[in-house]
């Protein structure tokens, strides 16, 4: 399975959002991303974590690709996934590409924005 690579944003006022797919708490984390704009957004729920020792990571799987994230946002999918059908999430480490700096301070300039437009907010510490 490849690496998993983002493809760019249109614009400012769009961002990523993570459908985790259904499983067990043992069950390896699925899940898709697409792209919304925030005026226009299904419902979702966001994830404040802490993120732990970036060091140490595991793999997901986004679509056919793999994407490696901390142990402790692996942590938090497994605990807010649902056994019987997808959730819409909003967790920067996911939905942000991470290594293109652009991108990344563009969509921090806007979490407040992402934030306030969750239907609700799950906070994890670990």
């Known amino acids: 399975m490849d690496l998993f690579q983002y493809t760019e944003l249109p614009n400012s006022q769009s961002i990523r959002i993570l459908t985790l797919h259904p499983g067990s708490y043992h069950d390896e ?7 919304s704009q925030l005026d226009n957004l299904e419902k979702y729920e966001a994830i404040s974590y802490t993120w732990g020792d970036a060091k140490i990571a595991e793999e997901i799987s986004v679509g056919d690709s793999r994407l490696a994230i901390t142990t402790n946002l692996i942590g938090a999918l497994r605990r807010f996934r649902l056994e019987d059908r997808d959730r819409k999430l909003w967790a920067d480490a996911i ?27 799950f906070v994890w510490l670990g």
């Open 29 to 35: 984390i699925t899940c898709s991303l697409s792209v």
């Open 95 to 121: 939905c942000i590409n991470q290594h293109n700096l652009s991108e990344r301070s563009q969509q921090v300039g806007i979490m407040r924005d992402i934030f306030q437009k969750a239907s609700r907010t």
